[in-house]
């Protein structure tokens, strides 16, 4: 009798009609970094241009939710948002470096990627969404408002070791979600908002909220082969992103706990600013529910 195994790895190492070859993909599993820790993420605010959010919402759930993002190599974990127009108006600065008007973008989809994988997987999501570009499966009528490769710098819990952790965020079943974007002034003084938010304002917004994490990122530049409609990442010397994950709907728990989160930056004096707090509630996988609530 043949040695099964064998012929497994005989055939594994031959050309495949795709001009490939299968072992290849053994070889990159086989190295290289495969922790569970979100060691950065994809953030991506997008407006559907009007007239078009039902087909940009199909599109987008029936084919580039996978196609473009879940399917490639070292995204893990993935959830869309969506802001109803109840939720847009809730947003604050109403002058904001982000969102021009600061209700532009009613989708935002996060995702995080396995730590020390940043590089690899930029070489596949280029590759990739040319070719889905090339192949015609891009839905051209959405503008980006605010889409970028962040790395992780933080997570700060409510509960301390109870509870989901920061690689658990986008699969357990969070009832809202609140991003929050702040700049400072120069460079140099991120590290100090940083410290600040991780050491003192954001355990004490967190004690006794409905918020049970928050995570803190920042900005990666795009690389220069990037798609032409995706413009250059904005800030990424001054700019932070905070994830707040909500056990609550955000528009029941708005007042007292997020429409306050400009005016305590500010007074804390380290030269940043608010420039984006906007709320969601999670889409319905498969569906078109809010889809008619957008405007």
């Known amino acids: 009798m043949a040695d099964d195994t064998s012929a497994h790895d005989t055939s594994a190492d031959e050309t495949r009609a795709d001009g490939t070859h299968g072992e290849l993909y053994g070889r990159l599993a086989s190295t290289g970094p495969y922790g569970v820790r979100p060691g950065h993420a994809l953030i991506t605010m997008v407006e559907p241009h009007p007239g078009h ?7 987008y759930e029936d084919d580039h939710y996978i196609a473009g993002a879940m399917a490639m190599p070292w995204i893990y974990a993935g959830r869309r948002w969506v802001a109803t127009r109840d939720l847009q108006l809730l947003r604050y600065p109403r002058e904001s470096a982000v969102a021009r008007p600061v209700t532009a973008g009613c989708y935002l989809s996060t995702y995080w990627i396995t730590e020390g994988r940043y590089d690899d997987h930029m070489r596949w999501t280029v590759g990739i969404n ?24 933080a997570t700060v819990y409510r509960d301390g070791a109870d509870g989901p952790r920061d690689f658990h965020a986008l699969d357990h079943p969070y009832a809202g979600l609140v991003l929050e974007v702040i700049d400072t002034a120069e460079a140099g003084q991120r590290a100090g908002l940083l410290r600040r938010l991780v050491d003192d304002q954001l355990p004490k917004r967190l004690a006794g909220s409905p918020a049970a994490m928050a995570t803190v990122f920042r900005p990666t530049p795009l690389p220069g082969d990037r798609m032409s409609y995706v413009k250059q990442v904005e800030g990424v010397d001054t700019r932070l992103t905070v994830l707040w994950f909500l056990e609550r709907d955000p528009r029941d728990c708005w007042a007292g706990h997020f429409d306050s989160l ?8 380290l030269g940043a600013r608010v420039e984006l707090v906007a709320p969601f509630i999670p889409t319905v996988p498969g569906t078109d529910r809010y889809v008619d609530q957008l405007r």
């Open 53 to 59: 959010e039902h087909a940009y919402n199909r599109w």
């Open 130 to 153: 040319k070719r889905l570009n090339r192949d015609g499966r891009v839905h051209q009528d959405r503008t980006h408002v605010f889409t970028a490769f962040q790395d992780h710098e």
């Open 262 to 269: 400009g005016a305590e930056t500010a007074a804390a004096g």
